[in-house]
């Protein structure tokens, strides 16, 4: 797979159609990284002409700005908006809720405007496109799903039905947890607590989460974000179902039955 | 006997009224001791907001049950003010049933429809007492509910069932008293309810049902004029404030946080140096960054707070707090009310404010609260009188961080890494694209 950084594209005249916003976890973390390469792919093999910053992409500061650091989150505004219209971008597609939310909602008024997706919404329009294209006897077929709401693309965005409409591409039985959509149940990443211990409580709220996951009696989880990827895992690992139940996101399902 | 009655009347009604304005005025003026904010644009969708979420209860319908009983408390309040209407004319002009003759035949209608409603608050209302004193449901057994708050439902519940069984009390024995042709008791034609009621007043002499039928109007007016003037010290404010509320309720995005234009300037200063010669004088005092006390919040934010109808759908639908954390997004709006009230209380005795030595942060709201709130919005979604309690949680959480420098060891070194890796990791930036070659 051959991914080009905005700097190539520039150079050689071009624009591509979309730039593809990584973001920190989808950059760094490892289980992360297999969710970017599996989007990436997707990109690849229907010839999207797409593009990363690569090294120039920096943490669009949602975890400082919610921690309270808005100083830090201005810098990292600053600077990234500096790239994003230097570079004229135009449409940014992203495999993050937290990201997909700051540059939407949040950068417009500090002066950077684009048309920002989220890539579960950019996965649907494909679909509707009918360029997804699947295997005739997909992995997932006939197979129990759940699907847990992000709360940064949910009730943040109110974006609840794009993620399940792709996830019909599998063929598979959808059951939804008791918290869902609107109601969901936050999976205890955001607000910077992915960065941090939770404070002293009965329980932890991913272990809350996974257990409602693993009770729906699916052997796939479905999310769509790097944070409640991971934790969703350890949910999982707690409820002792590391083996019989797998968290995957909506474009690792995609990719891996797409024909 | 008539003009004495009209002149106390006039008394008490009036004293009500008086003392009922002062007290709106404080809180106005309390709610105003926030910092500004402009919420008049878009005024369309707001007045839509206000007909969905106000008078229509958009959200109460989220529990459907809930929202039928609410519905019928809350439509049996507004409507029997048409009655009450009545009743303070009479009560002012010495008068009885002053809009029988006007509206002829279709009086005994319209009392006949109160009189419905009036069964279906007493159902309602008695329902709601099982509910939060009987059956152990959790969001009315938080502990942020002890002591008066919890009293206060109490007293609210019991006060309309009170009132809306004298106004069928009185409707009855005026009933009776027509049928006898008795005094001033002009015939009305048969009301729904209190019609059936007859027999229990039947045995009845006159003169005593007269004191009866007297009895409970004055009862039932005082009592509303006590109700009225209960209601500012009360989570039953939401009956009034619920509909400003709702207009100014956030049109936003729920992940779009406020930005800070100060914070943003001093930055832009800091990257392009070259804006600094354009860049104003600064006079003036420094500004401050996020939110100690109530004043630093905005009046959006305590107007949230005195809406608040202390119901914990919010609570009942944060993570945090559903995992035994010490975070209540109902006690924030608690706390934050209760710190209006105490600053307004100093400026009523002082004739201004003056440090208490106290604040929202710390006093009320303790770090331990804020620290937990996984910005989830689920207590913003979940309000039905359109309550941003993450609202007053990001803004505390911005004084700690940037007055006070106070963040766990954790974060800190989250911030230290986006500032020198961009990224809340400890990697490389050169490693940014690594997971390419993965
Ligand atoms: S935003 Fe914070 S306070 Fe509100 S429900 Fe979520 S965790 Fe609780
Ligand atoms: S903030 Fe809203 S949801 Fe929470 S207790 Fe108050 S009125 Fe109820």
Request: some cysteine; charged content about 20%; proline content about 4%.
């Amino acid at each position: 797979m051959q991914i080009k950084t905005m700097a190539e594209y520039a150079a050689s005249g071009e624009t591509p159609e979309v730039l593809f916003w990584v973001g920190c976890a989808g950059s760094f973390d490892q289980r992360a990284q297999k969710i970017t390469r599996a989007f990436a792919s997707i990109l690849d093999r229907l010839s999207i002409p797409f593009a990363i910053l690569g090294k120039e992409e920096s943490c669009t500061g949602d975890p400082a700005r919610r921690a309270g650091n808005e100083f830090l989150f201005q810098m990292m505004a600053y600077n990234n908006i500096q790239v994003l219209n230097g570079y004229g971008v135009k449409k940014i597609v992203t495999a993050c809720p937290h990201c997909f939310n700051t540059l939407k909602n949040e950068y417009p008024q500090l002066g950077g405007n684009y048309e920002v997706v989220h890539h579960a919404t950019y996965l649907q329009q494909l679909m509707d496109a009918g360029r997804i294209k699947m295997k005739e006897a997909g992995s997932f077929k006939g197979k129990k799903i759940t699907y847990h709401d992000s709360c940064y693309l949910g009730r943040a965005n109110d974006i609840y039905e794009a993620p399940r409409q792709v996830l019909q591409l599998l063929d598979a039985e959808l059951v939804e947890m008791k918290r869902c959509r609107s109601n969901g149940l936050c999976c205890g990443a955001g607000g910077a607590q992915m960065f941090k211990e939770e404070e002293k409580g009965s329980t932890r709220i991913n272990f809350e989460r996974g257990a409602a996951a693993v009770g729906t009696g699916a052997s796939v989880i479905a999310a769509n974000c790097p944070f409640c990827m991971t934790m969703l895992t350890d949910g999982v690992k707690e409820q002792g179902k590391e083996d019989s139940v797998k968290v995957l996101d909506i474009a690792e399902l995609i990719a891996q039955d797409m024909a | 006997m008539h003009i004495v009655q009209a002149i106390v009347f006039l008394v008490v009604f009036v004293a009500a009224v008086y003392l009922f304005a002062r007290k709106a005025r404080q809180i106005r003026r309390n709610i105003l001791l926030g910092r500004d904010v402009d919420l008049t644009d878009h005024p369309g969708q707001r007045w839509r907001n206000l007909l969905l979420l106000a008078l229509g209860q958009k959200k109460m319908f989220r529990k459907p049950l809930v929202a039928v009983l609410h519905f019928f408390v809350y439509a049996g309040f507004i409507i029997i003010n048409l009655e009450i209407l009545e009743i303070v004319l009479d009560g002012l002009l010495a008068k009885h049933r002053l809009f029988s003759p006007i509206l002829g035949g279709l009086y005994p209608w319209l009392i006949s429809a109160f009189e419905v409603l009036a069964v279906l608050v007493i159902i309602g209302c008695a329902v709601f007492l099982i509910r939060r004193n009987v059956l152990h449901i959790r969001r009315f057994r938080g502990h942020d509910l002890d002591g008066w708050p919890r009293s206060d439902a109490n007293y609210i519940l019991i006060t309309e069932i009170v009132l809306m069984t004298l106004f069928l009390t009185m409707n009855t024995a005026d009933q009776v008293l027509q049928i006898r042709h008795y005094g001033h008791y002009a015939a009305t034609g048969p009301f729904l309810v209190s019609g059936h009621l007859m027999p229990i007043f039947n045995p009845l002499s006159s003169w005593l049902l007269v004191l009866i039928e007297r009895g409970a109007w004055w009862l039932h007016i005082l009592g509303v004029l006590a109700f009225l003037n209960y209601l500012p010290y009360s989570k039953h404010l939401h009956i009034l404030l619920s509909f400003p509320n709702s207009y100014y309720g956030d049109l936003n995005p729920k992940g779009k946080m406020e930005n800070m234009p100060a914070v943003q300037h001093e930055v832009q200063l800091m990257m392009d140096p070259s804006l600094a010669a354009n860049a104003p004088a600064g006079d003036g005092p420094p500004p401050k960054f996020g939110a100690k006390d109530i004043f630093d919040l905005t009046w959006k934010n305590l107007l949230d707070a005195y809406s608040c109808t202390e119901c914990g759908r919010c609570t009942a639908a944060c993570p945090a707090n559903i995992t035994g954390k010490k975070l209540s997004p109902r006690k924030i709006m608690m706390d934050t009310r209760d710190r209006a009230e105490a600053v307004g209380k100093i400026i009523d005795q002082h004739g201004g404010f003056q440090d208490d030595g106290k604040s929202l942060l710390r006093d009320y709201i303790s770090e331990e609260e804020l620290r937990a709130c996984t910005t989830c919005n689920a207590c913003v979604q979940e309000c039905p009188v359109s309550i941003n309690p993450l609202h007053i949680i990001t803004q505390l959480r911005r004084h700690l961080v940037m007055e006070e420098s106070s963040a766990p060891a954790e974060w800190n070194a989250m911030f230290s890494n986006i500032e020198n890796n961009m990224a809340p990791w400890k990697f490389s930036p050169d490693d940014r694209d690594a997971w390419v070659n993965g």
